[in-house]
């Protein structure tokens, strides 16, 4: 089965934004201009100067390397293409973030329950046939969703069409062993702040790389964790009979 995939095209953009302003409010983000992908930009435009633009977000790799990195499986590429994060799953160890040939995925620093954030494809409604909140809004086509097969074969259609408007390749078609986003660059990869060296094949050695290590972390990590816990719930209960031992104290001197 063909999963879903986005087209972006650079020729057609013209900057307005509207696929951030959608992205924002799909994801009930405050409203902001992004000038990079953080834990309330899943996606932004960049001005490269000239009427161009650039377009950032997660690639949604057919065979991602975040997915096969996480030791708990709290990434899943679904069915339908999109590739998203489980939070009741993830421990925080923050791999999908280091193995990730795009530097993709970001992390909520700040906040006292963080979460790994980066763009679902919009999972909620590609599982109800919707095409995502960005493409929906694009007012000049630059974005289109559908099957990625479809995508494809539009994009090689326009490139043999329109050759002196695109490098002459489709990025990520190969790009990671391929990817559900699919771009139509007027400028090279580089110029488009785009990685220009990502294998053309999935990196399953990326994963063993890292998973190799693992028998070695992950007692050292569930023990700290486990301590962690300890000393919450232990510091909960001080906290709790020191309270109730000082409003003993206020009776007696009643």
């Known amino acids: 089965m063909s999963t879903y995939a986005l087209l972006f095209d650079q020729s057609l953009c013209i900057g307005c934004g509207a696929c951030e302003q959608a992205c924002q409010s799909e994801h009930e983000q405050p409203p902001h201009k992004p000038d990079k992908l953080d834990h309330e930009s899943f996606t932004y435009v960049e001005d490269l100067g000239n009427e161009q633009y650039a377009r950032h977000l997660c690639m949604s790799c057919e ?56 763009c679902d494809m919009c999972v909620h409604r590609v599982t109800k046939d919707l095409p995502t909140a960005c493409a929906s809004i694009c007012p000049t086509g630059a974005t289109n969703f559908g099957k990625r097969d479809a995508m494809l074969a539009e994009a090689h259609r326009r490139l043999e069409k329109y050759p002196n408007r695109y490098t002459g390749e489709v990025y990520g ?47 050292v990590w569930g023990a ?31």
């Open 63 to 118: 065979n991602p390397t975040c997915v096969s990195v996480c030791p708990v499986g709290a990434l899943e590429k679904n069915a339908l293409g999109p590739v998203t994060w489980d939070g009741k799953k993830c421990i925080g160890c923050r791999y999908c973030m280091m193995a990730c040939p795009f530097q993709i995925p970001t992390y909520e620093w700040r906040s006292p329950n963080p979460r790994v954030r980066k």
């Open 173 to 219: 078609e190969k790009e990671a062993g391929g990817t559900g986003v699919l771009m139509l660059l007027s400028r090279s990869a580089a110029e488009n702040d785009l990685p220009s060296n990502v294998p053309q094949h999935d990196m399953p050695h990326l994963t063993w790389t890292v998973l190799e290590k693992l028998p070695q972390i992950i007692p």
């Open 224 to 254: 700290f964790l486990g301590g962690m816990y300890w000393l919450g719930n232990r510091k909960n209960a001080v906290a709790s009979h020191e309270h109730h031992d000082h409003q003993e104290g206020g009776r007696d001197h009643e």
